[in-house]
C-alpha cells in the first residue's frame, strides 16, 4: 500500500491525517514517480482552511501541487521518460504521499545538482513568478516593485527580473533582507511609511508591481506609485484586483489564466531546473518534516516561516 495525507472536512490543520491507499498503477500515458519530497505551498493550506473555494468534498481529498521523486512505472506511450529517472512534479492532485500516478507534461527531468527537496520548490513558486512577470512584460528598462519578495514566490520574482535586467526593490522584514541583497534586490521593510521608503530605495520611478503580499498596504502603495494599473498584478487579491483596475492572476481572481498564462507557468519548470544545475538560482529551503506531520508543515506555512517547507514520504 502508499501512503498519502488526505482530508474528508474543511477545518483547520488537523483535519489532515496520513492514510493507506492502493499503489498506483500506471495506466496508458501515465506515470507513477515514488515521492521523495513533497512542497508545501499556502495554496494547500488556504483550500484545506475554506480560504478558497473549491468543490464539496465526497470522498478523503488529497493534498499537494509540487513534489520530486523517481520514476518507479512508466505507462504505455509515454515517451521521454524511463523507470529510475529523477523527476520534479507542478500541477499534480496529491504529491502529499509516498507513491502518486502522474501525467508526463507534469513533469521534468531533475539533474543530479538539484535535490529533491529543491525540485519540490520549483512548481508554484516559480510558474508564478515566472508567469507573472511575463504577463506584465518586465523587461531591464524596469524598476519593478515586488511585495512579499522574501516569499517562495516573491524570491522567484526577483531572481528573474533580475536576471531580464530589471531594476528591483523587494518587501521584506528587516531580517530576510541580506538575503534579498544577495540575490540583487533592493530591500524595504514593509510597514508604515512603506510609500516614501520605496521612493527614497528607487534609483528612478517604480514602473511594474508583483504584489505577493496582498494587503492593502501593498495595494496603496501600488497604485500611488504606478499610474498604469495593466502594470500592476496581483496573486493574493483576485476577488477584489478588477475594483482597482489591477491585474490579478489566479488567487481567486473571477478570470481565468489563459492558455499562454498556462503555458508559461509550465514552461517555468524546466527553465529553473535549468539555471539550479547551473548554479544560477536559488531557492530557500525551509523546515523537512515527515509526511505524517503534514499538519505541522500547514501550521508553518501559515506562520510564514522562512524557505521552502517539504514533507518527506
Ligand atoms: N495566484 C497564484 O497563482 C499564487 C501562486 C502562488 C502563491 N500565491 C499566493 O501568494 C502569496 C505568497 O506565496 P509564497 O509561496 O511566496 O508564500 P511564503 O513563501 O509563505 O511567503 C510569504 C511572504 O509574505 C511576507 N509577508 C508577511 N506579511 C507581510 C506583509 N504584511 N506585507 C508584505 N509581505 C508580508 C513574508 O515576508 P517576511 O518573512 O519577510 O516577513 C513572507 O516572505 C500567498 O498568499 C499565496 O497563497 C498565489
Not at 522584514?173 to 521608503?197: K, T
Amino acid at each position: 500500500m502508499a501512503r498519502a495525507i488526505v482530508y474528508t472536512e474543511i477545518g483547520s490543520p488537523d483535519v489532515l491525517h496520513l492514510t493507506e491507499v492502493p499503489d498506483p498503477l500506471a495506466g496508458p500515458g501515465e506515470i507513477v514517480v515514488r515521492i521523495e519530497a513533497a512542497g508545501v505551498n499556502p495554496i494547500d493550506a488556504k483550500i484545506r482552511g475554506g480560504r478558497r473555494p473549491s468543490p464539496p468534498i465526497t470522498e478523503p481529498r488529497p493534498v499537494g501541487f509540487d513534489g520530486a521523486g523517481v520514476v518507479d512505472q512508466v505507462g504505455d506511450g509515454v515517451e521521454g521518460f524511463a523507470v529510475g529517472d529523477r523527476v520534479a512534479i507542478r500541477d499534480a492532485h496529491g504529491t502529499y504521499a509516498s507513491a502518486l500516478l502522474v501525467r508526463p507534461e507534469n513533469l521534468a527531468l531533475l539533474p543530479d545538482a538539484v535535490t529533491a527537496a529543491e525540485g519540490a520548490g520549483i512548481g508554484i513558486p516559480a510558474g508564478t513568478a515566472y508567469q507573472v512577470l511575463r504577463s506584465l512584460a518586465v523587461g531591464p528598462d524596469d524598476v519593478l516593485l515586488v511585495h512579499a519578495g522574501s516569499g517562495a514566490v516573491g524570491q522567484a520574482a526577483v531572481q528573474f527580473a533580475v536576471a531580464w535586467g530589471a531594476t528591483v526593490i523587494a518587501t521584506a522584514s528587516p531580517s530576510r533582507h541580506a538575503q534579498l541583497r544577495e540575490l540583487g534586490a533592493i530591500p524595504v521593510a514593509y510597514g508604515d511609511g512603506l510609500l516614501e521608503r520605496v521612493r527614497d530605495a528607487a534609483p528612478s520611478d517604480v514602473t511594474v508591481v508583483f504584489d505577493g503580499a496582498g494587503t492593502d498596504e501593498a495595494i496603496e502603495v501600488s497604485l500611488a506609485l504606478v499610474a498604469d494599473r495593466d502594470r500592476i498584478g496581483t496573486i493574493v487579491r483576485g476577488p477584489d484586483a478588477a475594483s482597482f483596475g489591477i491585474r490579478a492572476f489566479s488567487g481567486g481572481s473571477p478570470v481565468p489564466l489563459t492558455d499562454e498564462e498556462q503555458a508559461w507557468r509550465a514552461e517555468a519548470l524546466p527553465k529553473t531546473i535549468e539555471l539550479l544545475a547551473s548554479g544560477d538560482f536559488v531557492i530557500e529551503l525551509g523546515p523537512e518534516l515527515p509526511l505524517a506531520e503534514a499538519a505541522r508543515a500547514h501550521e508553518l506555512v501559515e506562520a510564514h516561516v522562512a524557505g521552502k517547507i517539504v514533507l518527506l514520504p
